[in-house]
């Protein structure tokens, strides 16, 4: 918590080594923590107003984003509630829905998703032989422990998106896929 002798600036604030998202507060760039801090009630309501309404109630979104905002900078409790109580609730929906789901890799490859595989399976990469990776991430894609790499990997969802598109075109000349 701050002490009250250090400026109110993000520059000053924002605590190091935490991931994070930017969001404006009163045109001020601030860092929201990429990640939920804890799990309570305010996530679950977020999270279900976004599946059954595609939408968030603003003072949710608002309670969301002072947890982000306290997360990621060293604020005092009365800092963070007048912060946030600037922002607009709009302004706040990118940093709660990258808490929920992570930002946007820029590209996943068949690694990433195999590590991702079996560290999700409590299972060490590294401590896998060469020799039987393919067979235990297929075992793990079989028995409904892993997803599977084509839903994962960035190159094969976009093979899968073109072949959609094709299918699609196909269709409207008159074709079957």
Known sequence: MSDGHVPLEPA??????????????????WVFAAYIPYLDYVWDQLFDQNMV????????????????????????????????????????????????????PAYRSYSDWARSALW???????????????????????????VPAEDFVSSAEAATARAALARMGARRNGHRP
Do not use: C, Q
């Not at 605590?15 to 507060?25: F, H, L």
């Open 53 to 104: 309404a595609g939408r968030y109630e603003d003072g949710l979104l608002v309670k969301g984003g002072l947890r982000l905002l306290a997360e990621a900078n060293d604020l005092t409790e009365a800092e963070a509630v007048g912060l946030i109580a600037a922002a607009k609730p709009a302004d706040l929906v990118r940093p709660v829905e990258v808490a929920f789901m992570g930002a946007d």
């Open 120 to 146: 999700a399976n409590g299972i060490d990469p590294e401590s896998v032989p060469p020799a039987v990776r393919r067979d235990t991430l297929v075992h793990l894609v079989e028995t409904g422990r892993a």
């Open 12 to 29: 000053y604030r924002v605590r190091p080594g935490v991931p994070g998202t930017i969001a404006e507060i009163a045109g001020v760039p």
